[in-house]
């Protein structure tokens, strides 16, 4: 069974701090990677997808890819009280799966004003 | 812009009863479709997709049924409801193929088995 593991948390921050969430995922022939935001009680809210090495920016969020490490991360800059939520990773199946994804528990992030 | 509708958003049910879930997607065609359950404190477990109309796969086997009687219609079923079916439902989509595409959530039934 291929996993997804995250640190299930709570991770608390102050405001106006880096929230940083980490992932790793056991399958390696995994070629996508997304990181959802879920709030208390809500479905979750797709927020970043990478699919190659490095770095990807969109505002106040960056992911991180290390395929070789098998690791995926999430930084929040400027971390605001609303950004106060569960963050799930996913992470596709690899070869004929490879449209279905596996999701990790959750981070929970609380930030505090 | 596609949309993707569950209901009902709330359900209480008792013991034995039977269910009916349903999940559309509008704007779209030919879209992968995936039911979920996600149990309280514990992440997100599939449990059925399906890839075109009466075509469903069952994940994990279960108390629960689906069916794909339209291309954007997905409808979760059971006879008789156990109490290990309480937790939240999600419908999620992706386009046709669904390869390396992330999946879109709709907003979820909250199921109670009393």
């Known amino acids: 069974q291929k996993e997804v593991e995250q640190n299930s948390g709570p991770l608390s921050v102050p405001e106006g701090a880096i929230a940083s969430l980490n992932c790793t995922y056991s399958?390696?022939?995994?070629?996508?990677f997304f990181w959802y935001r879920q709030y208390s009680g809500k479905s979750p809210e797709l927020i970043m997808s990478i699919y190659s090495n490095g770095d990807k920016e969109d505002g106040r969020f960056t992911a991180q890819l290390n395929k070789a490490s098998q690791y995926v991360s999430l930084l929040i800059r400027d971390s605001q009280p609303s950004d106060s939520a569960t963050y799930l990773c996913a992470v596709n199946r690899s070869g004929g799966s490879n449209y279905k994804l596996t999701f990790g528990k959750g981070t929970l992030l609380t930030v505090n004003p | 812009s596609q949309t993707i509708h569950q209901w009902p958003a709330t359900l209480v049910q008792p013991v034995g009863s039977p269910l009916s879930l349903e999940c559309t997607v509008e704007g779209t065609s030919n879209p992968n479709l995936y039911w979920y359950r996600q149990a309280a404190g514990r992440g997100l477990q599939l449990l059925f997709y399906s890839v075109g109309i009466g075509q469903i796969s069952s994940e994990v086997p279960q108390n629960l049924s689906a069916s794909r009687p339209q291309d954007r219609q997905f409808i979760l079923s059971s006879k008789k409801l156990l109490l290990s079916d309480s937790g939240f439902y999600l419908c999620a989509w992706t386009p046709l193929g669904g390869i390396n595409q992330p999946q879109h959530f709709g907003d979820g039934t909250r199921l109670s088995i009393l």
């Open positions: 399958d390696r022939g995994s070629q996508s």
